[in-house]
């Protein structure tokens, strides 16, 4: 097996796969799927509103807020990228039970997807909603929001589109806003943290945490 050329973001790991999970996959990748192809990739064509703002989101989860944000605003089209069977599985068939056609799924690696799949100034924004905070320091350098991965999203991004990025765990953003703000193609909307918008609606992970007494802060820059 040829061995990844970036740090992961993500723990190679399985986990719990339900048989519905695994049905929903194989029978709707081929119908709101996207394959991965180390190419350039037109990414707008593959909606039927081609024209429409286009927004990747990388980490979505079981795709609760994803499904809920894409039906919140069908103005625009999104493409959720995730690499567990699971979250693609539950994704896949809250598309297809809500009927939404302005969102795809992508299983793979995000860092392989931005750097050979999406063309610069491609984007009109990018999601990255709790990624992995890889708590222990020796963790740290797998954390996805890294200067050389925001770099390359970042020429991704249109001049005058976003990078939306929100976290719970207040180390992680501490660390993404450093990180962030010191990319030169990017400028912080706000002072520090971002109000948080209104399409990114409360997940059950979300809530979980508030619960427990976490602190969300969100994160929005804009491509000059």
């Known amino acids: 097996m040829n061995r990844p050329d970036h740090i992961r973001s ?10 519905a999970q695994r049905q929903a996959r194989e029978a709707l990748m081929p119908v709101h799927g ?10 707008h064509a593959l909606f039927a509103r081609a024209q429409a703002p286009l927004v990747l989101e990388i980490g979505s989860g079981m795709g609760e807020a994803t ?7 069908p ?26 056609d302005n969102l795809k799924v992508i299983q793979h690696d995000a860092f392989e997807v931005v750097r050979d799949m999406i063309a610069p100034d491609h ?10 905070p890889w708590h222990k320091a020796r963790h740290h ?10 770099a390359m999203l970042a020429s991704r991004i249109r001049p005058g589109g976003y990078l939306h990025l929100a976290t719970d765990w207040v180390p992680y953003a501490e660390q993404m806003l450093e990180v962030v703000g ?6 912080n909307r706000f002072d520090r943290w971002a109000d948080k ?8 992970f979300e809530n979980r945490g508030v619960k427990l007494g976490h602190e969300v802060r969100d994160l929005i820059f804009e491509r000059r």
Not at 197 to 204: C, D, F, G, V
């Open 10 to 19: 993500f723990a190679s790991r399985l986990g719990r796969f339900s048989p």
């Open 34 to 43: 996207v394959a991965f192809q180390p190419v350039a990739t037109d990414l």
């Open 123 to 132: 984007l009109d924004g990018v999601h990255i909603f709790f990624p992995d």
């Open 67 to 73: 499904a809920q944000i894409a039906a919140s605003l």
């Open 182 to 187: 010191a990319e030169p193609l990017l400028r």
């Open 197 to 204: 918008p209104a399409y990114r609606r409360l997940s059950k």
């Open 75 to 100: 103005q625009t089209n999104f493409l959720a990228c995730e690499v567990y069977p699971a979250g693609v599985g539950a994704l896949l068939k809250r598309i297809d039970e809500a009927g939404l």
């Open 141 to 150: 350098k797998r954390r996805l929001v890294q200067p050389p991965f925001v």
